[in-house]
């Protein structure tokens, strides 16, 4: 998959990869109304991290979106 940068819009992007091919990245929550703020393991979005090596911009992408 080609994918251009969302922010240069080069075509110089790559997807960052895990250290361990069994594991992926998630987007979390965290319920900031608490001090300190509580992290909530349970819930979160597996998403892609790409990143572009001309202007360093990383960004996600996940492709279990749907339109409700």
């Known amino acids: 998959m080609n994918i251009k940068c969302n922010f240069c819009g080069n075509n ?34 597996p998403v892609d991290v790409y990143g572009c090596t001309n202007c360093k911009a990383v960004f996600l992408r996940c492709d279990s979106l749907r339109n409700n």
């Open 12 to 45: 110089t992007v790559g997807k960052v990869h895990t250290t361990n091919g069994a594991t992926s990245y998630v987007l979390t929550q965290v319920d900031t109304s608490k001090t300190p703020a509580e992290f909530l393991a349970t819930s979160g979005l």
